[in-house]
């Protein structure tokens, strides 16, 4: 698998390029004072955007696991586990002295129907996938009138967050659990969500297929 292709892409924050130490400040800087942070984001985490791609396109390529590879800000080396459809990765922003980070679980639940897309994730262990981020890809020509889609992207705060359920899991010497980052999962999510924006409209503008080669 390579990734090369991403390099023409303008405007990617992703960690290969970008690593926390400048992340973090872009991210901080979207944290605007003007309004209660924790009254927008404390307990359901909501983030949008309009994409000019169309959303059949957009669809299979985010129904497809692997693309988090692509957009995602740390997920990285996504690999096939023994049971099916779940995919071993890591997360590099749990990286420490234990290794090159958190390995996190993932399942796609993906409904054509209904255009949604829901990645089902978990530090740790994949057997309780707790961490649900809840995706919906809309027409753009019945919500604004325009071609390409919108995307909504939701998470809820669910009480593990606050706690690791199973710490008999976690890696020795890890200095972070996915909690700890809740309060910036606002912003976060938005810089990933224009990842995708940035791939999906440079792939579609280009006449590229939106889901590249490697994952077909």
């Not at 054509?112 to 649900?132: E, F, K, N, P, S």
């Not at 910036?184 to 791939?199: D, Q, R, S, V």
Request: charged share 25%; proline share 8%.
């Amino acid at each position: 698998m390579t990734l090369s292709a991403l390099d023409d892409v303008d405007g990617l924050i992703r960690i290969e390029t970008s690593p926390k130490e400048m992340a973090m400040p872009v991210v901080l800087e979207m944290m605007r004072s003007v309004y209660p942070h924790d009254e927008v984001f404390g307990t359901y985490c909501t983030v949008s955007d309009y994409i000019d791609c169309p959303p059949e396109e957009l669809f299979d390529y985010m129904a497809d696991t692997r693309c988090l590879e692509e957009w995602t800000y740390s997920l990285r080396g996504f690999t096939p586990t023994d049971v099916p459809e779940l995919w071993l990765a890591h997360d590099r922003l749990g990286a420490g002295p234990a290794g090159p980070g958190s390995a996190i679980y993932t399942r796609t639940v993906a409904d054509r129907d209904a255009m949604t897309v829901d990645y089902h994730c978990a530090w740790d262990q994949g057997d309780h996938l707790w961490m649900i981020y809840l995706m919906r890809i809309v027409d753009a020509r019945v919500v604004l009138d325009r071609p390409g889609s919108v995307v909504l992207w939701t998470n809820c705060h669910h009480p593990f967050y606050d706690r690791n359920p199973y710490p008999e899991t976690a890696p020795a010497g890890r200095p972070v659990w996915v909690g700890d980052f809740w309060d910036m999962f606002g912003p976060g999510h938005l810089l990933e969500l224009k990842n995708l924006k940035a791939i999906a409209e440079y792939r579609h503008r280009n006449g590229l297929p939106v889901t590249p080669d490697w994952m077909r």
